[in-house]
């Protein structure tokens, strides 16, 4: 008898977008007539930059040519890639990341959901709440976890973000071997200092755990205090892994290429407490299970670090950060607290009230579709985010909608 791997049986099916979805549909069907504009996506709105672009097509060229055509490249990615990566997000920062520390993938999804395989079942796991909901799912899959109740899954330590810490965890009472982070946060967008961060790192030396830093929104940060990545502290390479994306750098959300750096100075322990070194490891997880991404696409990747590739980048980013600024000032003009759009394409808002009741009032009264924070975990409950990934004119326009609707009330 063919058996199914029960622990999926646990998972909380993810009604979140799938009630979004019906609620805009219900909506919609009732107000043909309405323009309903989503700022609830955490996908990108703006093209590729046009150097991504010229590189994809020569490496296309390349492609239908016998003399330069490429066949399977090497699982972690071509040197050209790692090398512009080691160069640009690290050594340029002064992380003493080498090009074998870096490993090219199709997406920080993945990434994150199969670094979880390196490690032991039965450790001690710390997640953030709100969280990205991979992070949760895929160790519930692997049996890492008891049942859902109240929203939580048993065996986790939940870290609480909330106003009461900036959305910022505080350290763990017990004892933990796995911290997932993700600064600047999807989808507080909360951003850590470099102090804080020191924290986390100090506490996972002490403890031999290990960091897993989701630093997928890197590229939003402007305020040049805070750490763009983990290594920014020292000694963070014996205990963290990086996770970052050209998604929401460079829009390859569609294009799809990533990378997760595994210093060589990580460890894992076996059960008699002998270290293992984790770069070895991932090695062989992704050599074994992943063909690497295509060439043309890691051309394009590397196109983003060409000062050309850099000065689009940050064209586009500056663009959502316009665009974050101008729901920021204006939720906050309403009356409402919120945290991130400054270094960050996510804008929590603060309702006051039940996240469901305040999504339902944007869309029935302005037509506005946002994501209800309850969706990302227990402490989301009584916010809502909102994403900046837009054109200008749908901003402008639900912003005045917003006000239009909640204006007066919040007047009073
Ligand atoms: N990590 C976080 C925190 C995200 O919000 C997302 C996407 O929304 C990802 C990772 C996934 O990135 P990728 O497109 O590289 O799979």
């Known amino acids: 008898m063919i058996r199914v791997n029960e622990n999926y049986l ?6 979140l977008f799938v009630d979004i979805a019906k609620r805009v549909s219900a909506f919609t069907e009732a107000n043909p007539e309405k323009k309903v504009i989503r700022m609830g996506i955490g996908d990108v709105t703006c093209p590729l930059p046009p150097v991504c ?28 890639l790692r090398e512009a990566i080691a160069e640009n997000d690290y050594r340029a920062r002064g992380c003493k990341i080498d090009p074998d520390e870096i490993f090219v993938s199709d997406g920080a999804k993945c990434d994150t959901a199969n670094i979880q395989e390196l490690f032991s079942e039965d450790i001690k796991i710390a997640v953030p709440d709100p969280v990205y909901p991979v992070y949760v799912d895929t160790n519930v ?12 899954y048993k065996g986790f330590v939940y870290l609480n973000s909330t106003a009461d810490n900036h ?8 004892k933990v071997d796995l911290i997932y982070l993700c600064f600047p946060n999807n989808p507080t967008g909360a951003t850590i200092g470099k102090e804080d961060l020191k924290k986390w790192v100090d506490y996972a030396k002490a403890n031999k755990a290990l ?10 940060i402007r305020d040049e205090s805070l750490p763009h990545s983990i290594y920014e502290i020292e000694g963070a390479d014996e205990v963290a892994i990086e996770f970052r994306s050209f998604s929401k750098t460079a829009g390859f959300t569609g294009t799809r290429c990533a990378f997760t750096v595994v210093p060589k100075k990580v460890k894992a322990y076996t059960a008699a407490g002998e ?25 394009a990747a590397a196109a983003v670090y060409t000062p050309e590739g850099k000065a689009q980048v940050k064209a586009t980013i500056d663009f959502y950060l316009e665009n974050a600024k101008i729901i920021r000032e204006k939720m906050t003009s309403l009356g409402f607290r ?62 005045n909608r917003i006000a239009a609707v909640l204006g007066k009330s919040y007047a009073e």
């Open 167 to 174: 959305f910022v965890p505080d350290l763990p009472k017990e």
């Open 275 to 299: 270290s293992i070194d984790l770069n070895p490891l991932w090695n062989r997880r992704q050599s074994t299970k992943f063909n690497g991404v295509s060439y043309p696409v890691q051309k």
């Open 338 to 399: 919120c945290t991130g759009g400054e270094n960050s394409p996510y804008i929590w808002v603060e309702t006051g009230e039940d996240s469901w009741n305040f999504f339902d009032k944007l869309l029935n009264g302005a037509a506005v579709v946002t994501t209800p924070g309850s969706g990302f975990g227990s402490c989301g409950e009584g916010f809502i985010r909102i994403s900046a990934f837009n054109s200008r004119e749908n901003v402008l326009e639900a912003m």
């Open 211 to 220: 960091i897993l830093y989701d630093a997928a929104y890197e590229a939003f």
């Open 141 to 152: 899959m692997a049996g890492r976890t008891g049942d859902n109740e109240n929203g939580r």
């Open 10 to 15: 646990k998972l909380k099916a993810s009604y």
């Open 53 to 80: 672009v010229k590189a994809l097509h020569d490496a296309a060229d390349e492609m239908g040519s016998e003399n330069s055509f490429k066949g399977y490249g090497p699982e972690a990615g071509y040197a050209f």
